[in-house]
């Protein structure tokens, strides 16, 4: 028997009894010696007794343990080669070491041991898998089947040698992602189809050939909704709702939307073409949500001029068509209605603060001075917000300066914060987008907005505004303020200067009545013509200096041509009135044969500015969308802040190619 330590034998191993016998053996021997000396010998066995019992116990937990062990290891061996799901280890290099027969079936069989992994299966990092110890990668397809894999990062030694090795189990979600793709391409679209200028094209067609129009439309329309398995129902006269599946609307968008194409191509006797706009709601919670979604989408594609599709997803949105110019409304009821609202909203706030976008041009300018002449027409107090003077608004300001009215009128971006209170009438004009106002955190302030602009309408939007006119027909904002004028007033009076800002901001958007230019236009011209403004005196507002003249010659002389038909020229650095000279720069280049649009880049302190204009049959609204941008079909800008020139160059070429390429579709 193995030798124990006195340490072994007097501790924790021996009962209590034996350390009391001990204690009386001693008491018992100091009075009787041979007393003493047979309890020392029944002490000593049962101590013996005691030490081989518990021995013997230690034995046999010893090899419980041993045999528990092996029981495990059997058990753990058995379980991964008999695992219900594949499983397959690699080393750190992503070589396979050893797989189980459910990952040989994934691959019908085949021999892969000590080949690469990544032969096989791609998608799965092996340096993820290092670094983390503990990895998950979702959705891997392999063979036509899904699978989320698990992988384990184990650290071994083998020979002394330390080795990683990573257990990598595979779970199939086929089933899963079956049900989900399922689930996605069933679910239910809403949308809203209205033909845009409806009236106007019966009203342009003789009487005779208009019921096979209105039945040219109905079958072009219902047979496009036959073909993509839709329910279709009209419920007035050139508008329809519709509901189709989520996959029937993915093949819409990579058809992107043709009926636009359709309806416009009919020619049943319409002596102008007809131009659809469609509005549709995805993801909502319910079908409420969904309408409400399709029907802010059809705004939205009214507020961009017609003639596309909007796809409203929650917050995103898709937009597709927009070949067309805005067809000009020969009514004008709704400037009338809108006279009459924006008159009882001003007369019922205290006071008016008019606000326009960053960097004014002669129509933002133009139609404050428009709005002020109204708002002092009813009695209120009013100020506009200007955030600085710039070159193209240079020489009406001049003319402001000389008059005593207008000394205290024009406020800055910071005391029109103080200013603005629980009653004040904010009125935002040419422009409606939040970020493009001269005051973002006015707009956040004011309780009670007024937005009056002829840009199309973008993604970003003030959203909270009580009166929104947004006509991207007209010419200009100038052309509606004028009319909003006419109709606020039996008999307006207005300055001369107020009427030449009005019809210079007409004269600078539509180039000298060359582009976007309509009836109404041009009645509303000879409307400021009436109240006095001055042609001559008029174009005397937007005249350059020398030095302006000649970067512009500049510009357009170191132009490059692009895709064989665009134009695109810099601002040099340093020029000054950079904006200015883009903008114009960007119109002269159209006056070249063969150029059927143009882009003009400037940089204002660090910050990309892109002028992009059209004749028509390249839309610089939607290429310049691409880049955050907006405007017109002919007329649209970007800013691209904290870019290089090349590499805003760059972008705008990628943009340009993008458009060009979903033209082709």
Known sequence: MKIRKFSDIWGPDVSISL??????????????????LAGALLLGYLVYHNLHAATRKKE????????????????????????????VIIDDQGVINWYNMLFSSIFQGEYILDKKLSSYLSGVDISRILKNKMERFKNINIKDRYYDIYCNLIN?????????????????KTDFISLRNRYNDEKPIAAILQVDNIEEVIKETEEALRPALVAEVDRRVNAWAALNNASIQKYSNGEYMI???????????????????????????????????????????????????????????????????????????????????????????????????????????????????????????GSALGIYRCCKGLNKE?????????????????????????????????????????????????????????????????????????????????????????????????????ELLQYMFEKPKIKQIEAEALLAGIFIDTKNFSFQTGVRTFEAASYLRRMGADTTLTKQLFQDDMATFLTRAEVVKGAQMFKSNI???????????????????????????????????????????????????????????????????????????????????????????????????
């Not at 041993?66 to 059997?74: I, K």
């Not at 071994?156 to 199939?172: A, L, P, R």
């Open 19 to 36: 350390w009391i016998l001990a204690i009386a053996v001693v008491v018992i021997g100091y009075y009787n010696v041979f007393l003493g």
């Open 60 to 87: 046999e937990l010893r090899l419980y343990i041993e045999n528990l062990s092996e029981n495990v290891d059997t058990a753990t061996k058995n379980a991964i080669l008999n695992l219900p799901f594949p499983l």
């Open 156 to 172: 071994i030694n083998e020979s002394g040698e330390e080795k990683n090795i990573i257990i990598m189990y595979f779970v199939d």
């Open 243 to 365: 509901y189709f599946s989520h996959k029937q609307l993915m093949s819409m968008e990579e058809k992107r939307f043709d009926i636009l194409d359709s309806i416009r191509e009919i020619n049943s006797g319409n002596k102008i073409p007809i131009t659809l706009s469609i509005g549709v709601g995805v993801n909502g919670k319910n079908h409420a949500e969904l309408q409400k979604f399709c029907t802010s989408a059809m705004d939205i594609a009214l507020g961009r001029g017609g003639d596309q599709a909007v796809v409203k997803d929650n917050e995103k949105l898709s937009f597709y068509g927009g070949k067309t110019k805005a067809v000009e409304k020969r009514t004008r009821v709704k400037a009338r209605v809108i006279a009459y609202a924006l008159r009882q909203l001003i007369e019922q706030s205290e006071d008016v603060l008019i606000m326009g976008h960053e960097m004014p041009d002669l129509d933002c300018m």
């Open 382 to 482: 009013v100020k506009i917000v200007l955030g600085g003077v710039n070159a193209g608004i240079a020489n009406l300001w001049s003319e402001l300066q000389e008059d005593e009215e207008y000394a205290d009128v024009f406020v800055s971006p910071q005391d029109a914060l103080q200013i603005c209170g629980a009653n004040t009438l904010l009125v935002v004009v040419d422009v409606h987008r939040p970020a493009f106002t001269v005051q973002k955190q006015l707009v956040e302030k004011a309780e009670k907005i007024a937005i009056i602009d002829h840009h199309r309408r973008g993604s970003e939007f003030i959203e909270n505004a009580v009166i929104t006119y947004i006509e991207p027909y007209a010419s200009s904002t100038s052309e509606l303020v004028t």
């Open 567 to 665: 134009a695109i020229s810099t601002i040099p650095v340093n020029a000054k009135n950079p904006a200015l000279v883009a903008a114009q720069a960007a119109d002269e280049l159209l006056n070249i044969k063969g150029v059927n649009a143009s882009f003009v880049l400037s940089c204002i302190e660090g910050d990309i500015f892109i002028s992009g204009r059209s004749l028509g049959d390249i839309n610089v609204q939607v290429v310049l969308e691409k880049l955050g941008g907006g405007g017109h079909l002919t007329v649209a800008g970007a800013q691209l802040p904290g870019l290089t020139m090349e590499k805003a160059m760059s972008l705008l070429k990628k943009a340009i190619e993008e458009y060009l390429k979903e033209g082709e579709r």
